[in-house]
């Protein structure tokens, strides 16, 4: 049974980013970063999938200011793939979004200029979420990795200010 929780657990946060990030070099590497995101993560909310004690997805969301929310990082084990986990873990990002008055909720991933297949799964999973493009930032990682912005809209309700 597939459970999606939020921890808060520094240790946990941490070695749920080191199993599964390793898991996926394709889409996360090379290992200092790895090593230094799961130090990262521990100071922001995260949401763990597990398959009984197992975890199999985590997703993690930078808070950037009372409107906003980012996935920071989100990784699902290959063999869960096009199971429905990373929608559970989107909708779980989402929930937390609408409970914290966030407006919106944004994600940054590799453009398609890069070209490199991994990441095509990726904007189609983020586009199926219904995220949508904003602007691509060329040198925001570097050259060689183009950033893709694409936003969700969480609430479409005016402020009063």
Same mark, same amino acid.
């Given at each position: &049974?597939?459970?999606i929780? +939020? ?13 599964? &990030? ?13 090593? /230094? $995101? ?28 009372? #409107? *906003?929310?980012?996935i920071? /990082?989100?990784? !699902?084990?290959? =063999?869960?793939?096009?199971m ?6 989107? &909708?779980?990002? !989402?929930? #937390?979004?609408?409970?914290? /008055?966030? $407006? ?26 219904? %995220? #949508?493009?904003?602007?691509? +930032?060329? *040198? ?8 893709? %912005? &694409?936003?969700?809209?969480?609430? =479409? ?5």
């Open positions: &049974m597939i459970e929780k +939020f921890i808060e657990d520094q240790e946990e946060k941490t070695n749920v980013t080191l199993y599964i &990030m390793k898991a996926l070099p394709e889409w996360f590497s090379p290992p200092e970063d790895i090593v /230094n $995101k799961s130090i990262i993560h521990r100071e922001y909310p995260f949401v763990a999938a597990y398959e009984d004690d197992k975890p199999i997805g985590f997703a993690v969301l930078k808070i950037h200011n009372i #409107y *906003t929310a980012d920071y /990082n989100l990784g !699902v084990l290959r =063999e869960y793939h096009r429905g986990i990373g929608h559970q873990l989107i &909708m779980a990002c !989402v929930q #937390y979004c609408v409970q914290n /008055n966030y $407006k919106f909720l944004t994600v940054k991933t590799l453009d398609e200029s890069a070209e490199y297949e991994p990441y095509d799964a990726t904007r189609a999973f983020y586009n199926k979420e219904g %995220f #949508y493009p904003l602007e691509v +930032f060329t *040198t925001f990682w570097d050259e060689e990795n183009p950033c893709l %912005f &694409m936003i969700k809209i969480i609430s =479409e309700e005016k402020d009063d200010n």
